[in-house]
């Protein structure tokens, strides 16, 4: 019942910006814990950014704090990632997360890639 699908990624030139979306279905992202990961080319998968339905605040891992903004929209029901002066070391596949049941489910990511 849970689905969450990632859109938005692409290549992307350096210094750029791109809006990743995560559509959920069987999550309410009002109300349950969302975040964003990633996973790098090396196959390192670093935190990015999380929220709490419950909570106002949001969350950033060090490699995203101050470039990469999370926020929600609740009538659409998608947890969106904005990326901000991007850099080659940004590039990776862009995964959706959310805990639910004692459960972590993923999406299958979207793949952001900058280069010239």
């Known amino acids: 019942q849970v689905q969450l699908v990632e859109s938005g990624g692409g290549l992307v030139q350096p210094g750029g910006s791109l809006r990743l979306s995560c559509a959920a279905s069987g999550v309410d992202v009002s109300r349950d814990a969302m975040g964003w990961h990633r996973r790098l080319p090396g196959d390192e998968l670093q935190y990015l950014a999380s929220v709490f339905g419950h909570e106002s605040s949001t969350n950033y891992g060090d490699v995203a704090r101050g470039r990469f903004t999370l926020s929600r929209d609740s009538a659409k029901n998608t947890v969106d990632l904005l990326l901000n002066a991007l850099t080659p070391q940004d590039t990776g596949v862009y995964l959706c997360?959310?805990?639910?049941?004692?459960?972590?489910?993923w999406g299958q990511g979207t793949q952001v890639t900058v280069s010239t």
């Open positions: 997360k959310t805990d639910l049941r004692e459960q972590e489910y």
